[in-house]
Each structure stands twice: as structure tokens, then as C-alpha cells.
């Protein structure tokens, strides 16, 4: 009789398998499959178990794929991969570096210069914009602001 269920269950587990579980979800829904055919059996005879057994795991499939429809796929916090975006240690210190240079750069450029390049670069506001605040030409901000590029550029080279 062993024999027998060996075959029903593995019939009953290729049958989920068919219908895209994986085996391990297979072989849980089996299991539930032939603890409710056990429970039931308790109070009433069944007359084919094989066929109870079968249609008690499908169902159980079909319930757990509506409730990770209507509930989304539940995933354990140790199945999640851990990403730690967060820099290290030595590209932190680099960019602090990085910062305090670019401030030197900057402090090396004129008054004028350096401010009419950070409210491009900075406060985004636009050629025009910035001429008509400073009363300059278009062309004369061009300039102002390709002459803080290229300097902070050259002093900023190998940082």
C-alpha cells in the first residue's frame, strides 16, 4: 500500500509542477494536501483519495496564487539582498578633500567672476539672467564664466 500513495503523491506533485510551482512549493502543498485528507478521514470515509488528494493541493494552489495576487509576494527579510549604497570610508575622505580645493579654486578667482560663475553653476540661472542682474552683455558673461571654467578645471586637474 506504501507503494500506491509513493506513486499518488508524486502524480499529484508533477500535476503542480504542470502548473508552474516550484518543487518546493510542491512539495508543500502535498504535504497540506494529505494532512486535510488525514483530518477528514477522521470523521468521514473517503472513497477515492487518491482524487481527494489531488483536487485538495490544486486548490490549495489556486488559493495561494490569489492571495499573492491580492497580497503581493511575500518575501522573508533573509531572502532580501542587503545593498549598502552608502560610500566608503576612503571616498568620503576623497571628496572632502575634493571640496576644500574646489573652494581654494574658487577663492582664487575674482569676485566678480567666481560670483557670476556660481549663479550659473550653482543657482542655475541663465547667461541672460545674469546679465541683466550685473548689467553686462551676454557675450561679457560668456566670458566671465568660460575664463572660471577653465581655471578651476586646470587647478582642480589631479584631484
Same mark, same amino acid.
Given at each position: 500500500?506504501?507503494?500506491?500513495? =509513493?506513486?499518488?503523491? /508524486?502524480?499529484?506533485?508533477?500535476?503542480?509542477?504542470?502548473?508552474?510551482?516550484?518543487?518546493?512549493?510542491?512539495? %508543500?502543498?502535498?504535504?497540506?494536501?494529505?494532512?486535510?485528507?488525514? /483530518?477528514?478521514?477522521? %470523521?468521514?470515509?473517503?472513497?477515492?483519495?487518491?482524487?481527494? #488528494?489531488?483536487?485538495?493541493? #490544486?486548490?490549495?494552489?489556486? %488559493?495561494?496564487?490569489?492571495?499573492?495576487?491580492?497580497?503581493?509576494?511575500? #518575501?522573508?527579510? %533573509?531572502?532580501?539582498?542587503?545593498?549598502?549604497?552608502?560610500?566608503?570610508?576612503?571616498?568620503?575622505?576623497? /571628496?572632502?578633500?575634493?571640496?576644500?580645493?574646489?573652494?581654494?579654486?574658487?577663492?582664487?578667482?575674482?569676485?566678480?567672476?567666481?560670483?557670476?560663475?556660481?549663479?550659473?553653476?550653482?543657482?542655475?540661472?541663465?547667461?541672460?539672467?545674469?546679465?541683466?542682474?550685473?548689467?553686462?552683455?551676454?557675450?561679457?558673461?560668456? =566670458?566671465?564664466?568660460?575664463?572660471?571654467?577653465?581655471?578651476?578645471?586646470?587647478?582642480?586637474?589631479?584631484?
Amino acid at each position: 500500500m506504501v507503494g500506491n500513495w =509513493k506513486a499518488a503523491l /508524486a502524480r499529484v506533485r508533477a500535476a503542480l509542477l504542470r502548473r508552474g510551482r516550484t518543487r518546493d512549493d510542491a512539495d %508543500d502543498l502535498v504535504q497540506e494536501a494529505w494532512v486535510r485528507l488525514a /483530518a477528514y478521514e477522521r %470523521d468521514t470515509p473517503v472513497a477515492q483519495p487518491e482524487a481527494f #488528494l489531488m483536487r485538495a493541493a #490544486l486548490n490549495l494552489s489556486i %488559493d495561494a496564487h490569489r492571495a499573492r495576487a491580492a497580497h503581493g509576494e511575500q #518575501l522573508l527579510v %533573509d531572502d532580501l539582498p542587503l545593498v549598502d549604497t552608502a560610500p566608503s570610508a576612503e571616498a568620503t575622505v576623497l /571628496a572632502r578633500e575634493r571640496l576644500v580645493r574646489l573652494g581654494v579654486c574658487l577663492g582664487r578667482l575674482t569676485e566678480r567672476t567666481r560670483t557670476i560663475y556660481l549663479e550659473h553653476r550653482i543657482d542655475g540661472m541663465s547667461y541672460l539672467q545674469i546679465a541683466q542682474r550685473h548689467g553686462l552683455s551676454v557675450s561679457a558673461v560668456e =566670458k566671465h564664466i568660460a575664463r572660471a571654467t577653465l581655471l578651476v578645471t586646470c587647478w582642480m586637474e589631479g584631484w
